[in-house]
């Protein structure tokens, strides 16, 4: 077959454009570097238009708002009349617990020591549905949330994995939490007393929202914290002022806590802990989008989906309590404000663990994540993490905080005292 | 030849659609292709079979994605199977047809009486791509279809209850496996585009299949891996599994806006390198 070899102007309707023959290149270099600069300036604007994209959104701009003091913006959040809120939570905690630790082996150690303190065990009958376990998800990683809220007496949180989610759907005194990976529900039903309790129970978790962590962290405040305010921000498209939290007191691990207050409401949009060791924040939790509109009343309906297996949870929160502190007596309080340690001390010497079968794993891991520390208390082991440090004594008692270790060997030479 | 210029230039519409209609008959008329439809169409079969077998056992949330769902519902057998598939069964079949397409026709010898013909070489490409692009829409049917066969037979069928754990009407449902088809196949573009552009820069068929299926195997090792979080974004699979928002109340856009751009991000990028490459090379076989 002859080579066919079309004319210059019409090189694209192909044929065969072989080298030889016209003793020369058939398709000019030049044209050909114009043709691979088409895919270049694609690849090349596609990543302008990325970098740019997120570089806008990392400064976001800093709205102008009028000046305002600390005292007017802790007011503003604290006189915050917002009942109903709808949006997206992003919520990335880097606490540097050994990944070992996460299992919940140890839960019971670390359980109610420090602002952020877990409560251990995986109580309520082992249902995969079961709240208790799923939030404990939200300790590492980064998750999304959806949340809406009507009031203190409707709420519903989704924790938005890959391909499934789960939902939580508190309306008046029910609660029911669906999972679709495992298809389960639990379903809790409070009366009033009961309800109450389970709220300050609440208290106590990992907070969900900027609101939840907002409270928590103010709990504080006093003479042993600083506030002010750091400029503005823009944060899920409000306009916000920054609050600057610092602790006072030398020994807190905790170096700062940023809040995003919306100006026009006063609503908490974002919340960021950075520990003293530097690096990216433990804690933070913020609003990606944000409503403050009212949820529509069917967000709060919930009907058992069929096939679904149902475990009926414990009705009261003190019976929750009891459970999470198994084998525990005594919860004693350390100190003030920031640097607050936890002592908690096991019955009959031993290691504090959820259930008796586990205390050898306990110790095991202990080992492995731990150092070993002396003082006047005798010899213990302490665990460290980005935020809170936890000191073991070999006698059983747990001292745990958001402080540095030489405050807990303090705390446990001045106990044994 | 300034006589023959115009007739070659503007070929009427119809002519293109009759080179697309030859290029679906050369993929679709081959017996691999058939093959790989077929074992695409068996996924369900053992993933719907399997499940039916377990029933009583443990459904403890493990296992591929909306299983625990498959026994109270046969379209969750659908989203179940696509999801199975996703990852490396139909991209694997996508990277076959177009590591194929280009390479193929000229380790065959093929691909110069193809140029002869007055189509040119943009628009045969355009057509080789597009022919691609069907099959990514077949395969994800034979797949979901198979699956909703399958699902149908096996397991009752009813209203749906969305992974928010909201209940929506059977053809609610339907009308979401119809969208996650689509969400599939359209994902698949973006693979098929790379290995449209793999397949320019070879003679050999088998070389550019595996080329391309060995990108598709390496792109998602590095999906795995935490520390490559960096990058991750930018890989083509990364937001593959987003067609599940749509089981959402309300439906998540965020990931499913990601997915396709993503996918339209690629194939500009490789459609416009596999068209920069094949129209200035040397065709000679």
Same mark, same amino acid.
């Given at each position: 077959m002859a080579p066919i070899q079309p004319p210059q102007a019409e090189r694209d309707f192909g044929g065969y454009a072989g080298f030889e023959g016209d003793g020369g290149d058939a398709f000019p270099r030049s044209r050909k570097v114009v043709r691979y600069g088409v895919p270049v300036a694609i690849a090349g604007v596609a990543a302008a238009t990325i970098g740019l994209g997120t570089a806008l959104a990392s400064t976001g701009g800093s709205p102008s708002l009028p000046n305002i003091t600390a005292e007017q913006l802790l007011d503003k959040i604290a006189t915050s009349k917002v009942q109903t809120v709808s949006g997206s939570v992003q919520v990335t905690t880097d606490l540097g617990l050994p990944d070992g630790l996460l299992n919940g082996a140890v839960g019971g150690a670390t359980g109610g020591g420090g602002p952020f303190g877990q409560h251990g065990g995986k109580g309520g009958g082992g249902s995969t549905a079961d709240p208790q376990a799923k939030l404990?998800? %939200?300790?590492s990683g980064t998750h999304t949330l959806r949340v809406a809220a009507d009031g203190p007496d409707r709420q519903r949180v989704s924790i938005v994995d890959n391909t499934a989610e789960y939902t939580v759907v508190h309306n008046g005194d029910q609660m029911w939490a669906y999972d679709s990976a495992s298809n389960s529900v639990y379903h809790q039903t409070a009366d009033k007393g009961a309800q109450r309790g389970h709220r300050t129970h609440r208290d106590e978790q990992l907070p969900a929202t900027p609101q939840e962590a907002v409270r928590q962290a103010l709990?504080?405040? *006093?003479?042993?914290t600083s506030v002010t305010v750091d400029g503005t921000a823009r944060v899920a498209g409000q306009q916000a002022y920054k609050l600057l939290v610092k602790p006072k007191?030398?020994?807190?691990?905790?170096d700062s806590i940023r809040v995003a207050v919306d100006?026009?409401? *006063?609503?908490? %949009?974002r919340f960021t802990l950075t520990p003293k060791g530097g690096g990216a924040a433990a804690v933070d939790i913020g609003y990606t989008k944000v409503n403050f509109g009212k949820p529509a009343a069917s967000t709060f309906d919930f009907s058992v989906p069929r096939g679904a297996k149902v475990t009926e949870g414990k009705d009261n929160g003190e019976d929750r309590g009891a459970q999470d502190h198994g084998g525990l007596s005594g919860l004693n309080v350390i100190g003030k404000d920031w640097n607050s340690i936890a002592e908690l001390k096991s019955e009959g010497g031993q290691l504090p663990s959820g259930k008796g079968g586990q205390s050898e794993s306990v110790q095991g891991l202990l080992g492995s994540f731990g150092h070993r520390v002396k003082g006047s208390f005798g010899t213990g082991t302490v665990i460290n993490t980005r935020l809170v440090n936890v000191l073991i004594t070999d006698k059983g008692a747990v001292f745990a905080g958001a402080v540095n270790q030489n405050a807990l060997v303090k705390a446990a030479n001045s106990a044994a005292n | 030849m300034s006589l023959a210029e115009p007739l070659v230039r503007n070929p009427s519409p119809l002519w293109s659609l009759g080179l697309l209609r030859s290029e679906l008959g050369t993929v679709f008329r081959r017996w691999r292709t058939l093959v790989l439809l077929g074992v695409l169409a068996t996924v369900p079969v053992l993933v719907g079979i399997a499940v039916k077998a377990q029933t009583h056992g443990d459904q403890g949330g493990h296992g591929p994605a909306f299983i625990a769902e498959v026994t109270n519902n046969g379209l969750f057998l659908v989203f179940t199977a696509l999801a199975v598939t996703l990852p490396f069964f139909l991209p694997m079949a996508i990277g076959v047809i177009a590591g194929d397409a280009i390479a193929g026709e000229a380790s065959a010898g093929t691909l110069r009486y193809l140029l002869v013909a007055p189509a040119g070489r943009t628009r045969l490409l355009l057509a080789k791509y597009a022919s691609v692009m069907v099959f990514c829409l077949v395969a994800t049917l034979v797949v979901a279809a198979s699956a909703l066969l399958v699902g149908a037979v096996l397991f009752p069928l009813g209203d749906v209850t969305l992974i928010s754990g909201v209940t929506v009407p059977f053809s609610d449902g339907l009308l979401r496996a119809a969208a996650i088809a689509g969400v599939v196949a359209v994902s698949l573009i973006g693979i098929a585009a790379l290995g449209l552009f793999i397949s320019t820069l070879t003679d050999s068929g088998i070389a550019a299949m595996a080329t391309t299926v060995g990108v598709l195997i390496t792109v998602q090792i590095m999906d795995g891996v935490p520390q490559l979080h960096a990058v991750q974004p930018l890989l083509f699979s990364h937001y593959w599994l987003s067609f599940a928002d749509l089981l959402r109340a309300p439906v998540m856009w965020d990931g499913l806006a990601k997915d396709l751009g993503l996918q339209a991000l690629y194939t500009a990028v490789f459609g416009s390198a596999a068209w920069a490459r094949f129209t200035t090379r040397d065709i000679t076989a």
């Amino acid at each position: 077959m002859a080579p066919i070899q079309p004319p210059q102007a019409e090189r694209d309707f192909g044929g065969y454009a072989g080298f030889e023959g016209d003793g020369g290149d058939a398709f000019p270099r030049s044209r050909k570097v114009v043709r691979y600069g088409v895919p270049v300036a694609i690849a090349g604007v596609a990543a302008a238009t990325i970098g740019l994209g997120t570089a806008l959104a990392s400064t976001g701009g800093s709205p102008s708002l009028p000046n305002i003091t600390a005292e007017q913006l802790l007011d503003k959040i604290a006189t915050s009349k917002v009942q109903t809120v709808s949006g997206s939570v992003q919520v990335t905690t880097d606490l540097g617990l050994p990944d070992g630790l996460l299992n919940g082996a140890v839960g019971g150690a670390t359980g109610g020591g420090g602002p952020f303190g877990q409560h251990g065990g995986k109580g309520g009958g082992g249902s995969t549905a079961d709240p208790q376990a799923k939030l404990t998800e %939200l300790i590492s990683g980064t998750h999304t949330l959806r949340v809406a809220a009507d009031g203190p007496d409707r709420q519903r949180v989704s924790i938005v994995d890959n391909t499934a989610e789960y939902t939580v759907v508190h309306n008046g005194d029910q609660m029911w939490a669906y999972d679709s990976a495992s298809n389960s529900v639990y379903h809790q039903t409070a009366d009033k007393g009961a309800q109450r309790g389970h709220r300050t129970h609440r208290d106590e978790q990992l907070p969900a929202t900027p609101q939840e962590a907002v409270r928590q962290a103010l709990k504080n405040v *006093g003479p042993t914290t600083s506030v002010t305010v750091d400029g503005t921000a823009r944060v899920a498209g409000q306009q916000a002022y920054k609050l600057l939290v610092k602790p006072k007191q030398a020994d807190s691990t905790i170096d700062s806590i940023r809040v995003a207050v919306d100006a026009a409401n *006063g609503v908490p %949009l974002r919340f960021t802990l950075t520990p003293k060791g530097g690096g990216a924040a433990a804690v933070d939790i913020g609003y990606t989008k944000v409503n403050f509109g009212k949820p529509a009343a069917s967000t709060f309906d919930f009907s058992v989906p069929r096939g679904a297996k149902v475990t009926e949870g414990k009705d009261n929160g003190e019976d929750r309590g009891a459970q999470d502190h198994g084998g525990l007596s005594g919860l004693n309080v350390i100190g003030k404000d920031w640097n607050s340690i936890a002592e908690l001390k096991s019955e009959g010497g031993q290691l504090p663990s959820g259930k008796g079968g586990q205390s050898e794993s306990v110790q095991g891991l202990l080992g492995s994540f731990g150092h070993r520390v002396k003082g006047s208390f005798g010899t213990g082991t302490v665990i460290n993490t980005r935020l809170v440090n936890v000191l073991i004594t070999d006698k059983g008692a747990v001292f745990a905080g958001a402080v540095n270790q030489n405050a807990l060997v303090k705390a446990a030479n001045s106990a044994a005292n | 030849m300034s006589l023959a210029e115009p007739l070659v230039r503007n070929p009427s519409p119809l002519w293109s659609l009759g080179l697309l209609r030859s290029e679906l008959g050369t993929v679709f008329r081959r017996w691999r292709t058939l093959v790989l439809l077929g074992v695409l169409a068996t996924v369900p079969v053992l993933v719907g079979i399997a499940v039916k077998a377990q029933t009583h056992g443990d459904q403890g949330g493990h296992g591929p994605a909306f299983i625990a769902e498959v026994t109270n519902n046969g379209l969750f057998l659908v989203f179940t199977a696509l999801a199975v598939t996703l990852p490396f069964f139909l991209p694997m079949a996508i990277g076959v047809i177009a590591g194929d397409a280009i390479a193929g026709e000229a380790s065959a010898g093929t691909l110069r009486y193809l140029l002869v013909a007055p189509a040119g070489r943009t628009r045969l490409l355009l057509a080789k791509y597009a022919s691609v692009m069907v099959f990514c829409l077949v395969a994800t049917l034979v797949v979901a279809a198979s699956a909703l066969l399958v699902g149908a037979v096996l397991f009752p069928l009813g209203d749906v209850t969305l992974i928010s754990g909201v209940t929506v009407p059977f053809s609610d449902g339907l009308l979401r496996a119809a969208a996650i088809a689509g969400v599939v196949a359209v994902s698949l573009i973006g693979i098929a585009a790379l290995g449209l552009f793999i397949s320019t820069l070879t003679d050999s068929g088998i070389a550019a299949m595996a080329t391309t299926v060995g990108v598709l195997i390496t792109v998602q090792i590095m999906d795995g891996v935490p520390q490559l979080h960096a990058v991750q974004p930018l890989l083509f699979s990364h937001y593959w599994l987003s067609f599940a928002d749509l089981l959402r109340a309300p439906v998540m856009w965020d990931g499913l806006a990601k997915d396709l751009g993503l996918q339209a991000l690629y194939t500009a990028v490789f459609g416009s390198a596999a068209w920069a490459r094949f129209t200035t090379r040397d065709i000679t076989a």
